[in-house]
């Protein structure tokens, strides 16, 4: 039996007994087929990689030995397109984006440029004053940037208070801890609360939906923030510009 067929049958799992013998003498005594079943068998390596990193290193090593492959390409398969074909729709289940399309739109670039907490404009600390209250010390923990202090601080005075403001705080602050994933219930819960300030958390949640990587749901929320026109509409619009 041909080489081409035997391998045919080797990845469509058919191969009978006699076949496997051939196929195993074959791989074993032949140099040639020995590589281009190696390679077979990096893409199953391929297949089960979990993260993107390993994925890529994986795909960059296999162009490798292509590329340095000494053997001929069996005619009946051309294994170095089915590589990039299979690695293509591996990143794409994995990532839910072509993470090597140049014209990406890169979410978390936009979020950086975007991004800066909210000012404190609820209690503004007066120095050498009187900074004894509970709301005082966690704004005072916001504006000196120990923002994961200031995050439990702010949860625990909404928890007391029910003041809605207190939900953009906690969730200003956990975005600049990096911590957005957490942020966007917080800034979900500000909004439909309706209370002071909650146009602010919606801009506050467009930008931390582009730090997830959200695509949609940021690009709905600044719709809404530009049909409201009531804060950072200018901003929200040249935004949406970039992710469309």
């Known amino acids: 039996m041909e080489q081409e067929e035997l391998i045919d049958k080797f990845l469509l799992g058919t191969l009978t007994p006699e076949e496997r013998d051939q196929f195993n003498d074959l791989q074993e005594n032949n140099i040639s087929f020995r590589n281009d079943i190696t390679l077979i068998k990096d893409l199953k390596i391929v297949s089960g ?6 994925l890529r290193e994986s795909i960059a090593n296999f162009e490798s030995k292509i590329s340095a492959k000494e053997t001929k390409i069996i005619p009946l398969i051309d294994y170095k397109k089915w590589i990039i074909a299979a690695s ?6 994995i990532s839910g984006i072509l993470v090597f399309n140049p014209f990406a739109t890169n979410t978390a670039k936009l979020y950086a440029e975007n991004f800066e907490p ?19 010390i966690a704004f005072t923990s916001y504006e000196q940037k120990n923002y994961e ?9 909404f928890s007391v208070s029910k003041r809605p403001y207190y939900l953009l705080y906690q969730a200003n602050a956990l975005l600049a801890a990096n911590r957005a994933k957490e942020a966007i219930p917080i800034l979900e819960k500000h909004i439909t609360l309706k209370g002071q300030l909650s146009e602010r958390g919606r ?28 804060f950072k509409k200018g901003a929200a619009t040249q935004l949406l510009k970039e992710l469309n």
Request: hydrophobic share 40%; proline share 1%.
């Open 149 to 157: 202090v200031a995050a439990d601080q702010f949860e625990s005075l």
């Open 203 to 230: 801009w506050y949640l467009a930008l931390a939906y582009l730090k997830e990587n959200k695509k949609e749901e940021a690009i709905v929320t600044l719709k809404e923030i530009i049909h409201n026109g009531i």
């Open 88 to 93: 293509i729709l591996i990143i794409a289940s």
């Open 49 to 54: 990689a979990e993260d993107r990193d390993n």
């Open 118 to 136: 909210y000012k404190n404009v609820v209690s503004p600390i007066v120095r050498g004053g009187n900074n004894d209250s509970e709301e005082t």
